[in-house]
């Protein structure tokens, strides 16, 4: 199990460094989609497959969709389609495929070995979680939620098309001069 867990985690880590290297958002999108099933192959290596499941439908699911939907806001026009269509290369996206290839031979390697020893499981009560999660951090948890909402809000306003609106008493004006 030792291997799988070393597997993931250069995957893991190669697709992250290939995100920040990464010029165009979309092939950076493309390799933090790997890199959130690598560090969710981690979690399933290790024994956890809530976790790892919860890996790939809070973030990779998710939050991409969120990134994915702020990029397609500010590529607006008919050339950043066709710049698009430049980027979907094979070149592109034969990258993230190997590594998802890899990370699916893993995924099939643990489920046809079995038998692995799962974490240790303990019990823990409901109201528990959420003071473990953000005890004293809970307005910084808020701020950053506001923040991200800001950015949103941020990024519609940067990639909505400028028009030239005028009150109806300046538009009289200008028809009349």
């Given at each position: 199990?030792?291997?799988?867990?070393?597997i993931?985690?250069?995957?893991?880590?190669?697709?992250?460094?290939?995100?920040?290297?990464?010029h165009?958002?979309?092939?950076?999108?493309?390799?933090?989609?790997?890199?959130?099933?690598?560090?969710?192959?981690?979690?399933?290596?290790?024994?956890?497959?809530?976790?790892?499941?919860?890996?790939?439908?809070?973030?990779?699911?998710?939050?991409?969709?969120?990134?994915?939907?702020?990029?397609?806001?500010?590529?607006?026009?008919?050339?950043?389609?066709?710049?698009?269509?430049?980027?979907?290369?094979?070149?592109?996206?034969?990258?993230?495929?190997?590594l998802?290839?890899?990370?699916?031979?893993?995924?099939?390697?643990?489920?046809?070995?079995?038998?692995?020893?799962?974490?240790?499981?303990?019990?823990?009560?409901?109201?528990?979680?959420?003071?473990?999660?953000?005890?004293?951090?809970?307005?910084?948890?808020?701020?950053?939620?506001?923040?991200?909402?800001?950015?949103?809000?941020?990024?519609?306003?940067?990639?909505?098309?400028?028009?030239?609106?005028?009150?109806?008493?300046?538009?009289?004006?200008?028809?009349?001069?």
């Open positions: 199990m030792n291997y799988l867990f070393y993931s985690s250069i995957v893991a880590i190669a697709a992250t460094v290939m995100v920040i290297t990464r165009q958002p979309v092939h950076a999108l493309l390799y933090l989609v790997v890199s959130f099933l690598g560090v969710a192959m981690i979690f399933l290596s290790l024994g956890a497959p809530f976790v790892a499941t919860l890996e790939i439908i809070l973030y990779a699911g998710a939050i991409i969709v969120l990134f994915i939907f702020v990029v397609m806001m500010l590529n607006l026009g008919r050339e950043s389609a066709i710049q698009e269509r430049q980027w979907m290369q094979p070149k592109t996206w034969i990258g993230p495929s190997i998802t290839a890899i990370l699916l031979g893993e995924l099939l390697v643990l489920l046809t070995m079995g038998g692995s020893a799962p974490m240790p499981q303990q019990t823990v009560d409901l109201k528990k979680i959420p003071l473990s999660l953000y005890g004293e951090y809970v307005i910084a948890v808020e701020l950053t939620g506001f923040l991200l909402m800001a950015g949103i809000v941020g990024a519609a306003h940067i990639g909505r098309h400028k028009k030239k609106y005028l009150h109806r008493f300046l538009k009289q004006e200008e028809e009349a001069v």
